[in-house]
């Protein structure tokens, strides 16, 4: 089992940057192909990024590509998501989440996760 837990959330205007980490417990990170999830208010939560095991392959959604980048150390047993050129569509609850996969799987589906931090707020405003 691996507990998850998010930080770096905060307000930041539109046009601004923040980045987000995601500390995981246990010795077996490595293990796991991780994902950035977000949900807005009165929306359902939606995939954001993914990011496989080896960290050789990276998914991420339309609506972030060429804004976000997702990393992790295995070593620190971390993930990150740097979030450039942020907009206020951006705005939400981000979650963290670990799931089994083959050595180069991402995996985009929600279901496809078996754990979950309890996420952090992004806010995007002027």
């Known amino acids: 089992q691996v507990q998850l837990v998010e930080s770096g959330g905060g307000l930041m205007q539109p046009g601004g940057s923040l980045r987000l980490s995601c500390a995981a417990s246990?010795?077996?990170?490595?293990?796991?192909?991780m994902g950035w999830f977000r949900q807005a208010p009165g929306k359902e939560r939606e995939f954001v990024a993914g990011i496989s095991r080896s960290a050789t392959l990276k998914v991420y959604a339309d609506s972030v590509r060429g804004r976000f980048t997702i990393s992790r150390d295995n070593t620190k047993n971390e993930m990150y998501l740097q979030m450039n050129t942020l907009k206020p569509e951006d705005t939400a609850i981000y979650y963290c989440?670990?799931?089994?996969?083959?050595?180069?799987?991402?995996?985009?589906?929600?279901?496809?996760?078996?754990?979950w931090g309890q996420g952090t707020q992004v806010t995007v405003s002027s």
């Open positions: 246990g010795r077996t990170f490595s293990s796991y192909a």
């Open positions: 989440a670990a799931g089994w996969g083959a050595l180069v799987d991402v995996l985009v589906q929600s279901n496809a996760y078996h754990y």
